[in-house]
């Protein structure tokens, strides 16, 4: 493959990806399911952080169709993104920061936000039909468990144990 071409299939691979996020962001499930791999032989599977793995279109469209439904707002914002190729496959590495808010309560506009740290690889394949989504796996990053805010009583906080 010639840096040319490897530089092209990045580029393609990079716009399948943000076309995925765009795709939720917008809750455009016609253009979500058109991004997943549809070859009729290859599963596809899906890993939602604190979900089971999905596998077969079936279970991994209905499980966007469930977060779309429940989701008034999200906003995906991707850091420390890698592509790497192989032949006919690529795998995309990257942090998803989101901000999301649930149905509002109490005849509120918008339910509460929320931002979620989210480290993703997302595998592609390369169809007659361009790049399409193989494999989703989501995993959060767990916050710092130091506290960083003073006691309710004033006192400096503690430090925690050696």
């Known amino acids: 493959m010639s840096p040319t071409d490897r530089t092209t299939d990045e580029a393609a691979v ?8 765009e795709a939720m962001e917008t809750g455009d499930f016609e253009r979500l399911s058109a991004l997943w791999l549809d070859d009729g032989a290859t599963p596809i599977t899906c890993v939602h952080p604190g ?15 469930l977060i779309m439904a429940n989701t008034d707002y999200i ?3 991707l ?4 592509i790497s190729l192989t032949g006919d496959t690529a795998l995309v590495t990257c942090t998803e920061n989101i901000l999301s808010g649930g149905p509002a309560e109490d005849g509120a ?3 509460p936000l929320v931002g979620q740290l989210v480290v993703a690889t997302n595998v592609f394949r390369r169809t007659p039909a361009g790049w399409k989504i193989w494999s989703h796996h989501a995993s959060p990053v767990l916050g710092e468990t130091t506290e960083t805010s003073s006691p309710e009583d004033g006192s400096e906080p503690s430090e925690p144990p050696a």
Request: net charge negative.
């Open 79 to 82: 850091t420390d993104l890698r």
């Open 51 to 65: 979900w089971p793995v999905l596998t077969g279109r079936g279970e991994v469209l209905r499980s966007y169709a």
């Open 109 to 111: 506009e918008l339910g």
């Open 14 to 21: 990079e716009a399948a990806n943000t076309a995925f996020y």
């Open 75 to 77: 906003q995906f914002f």
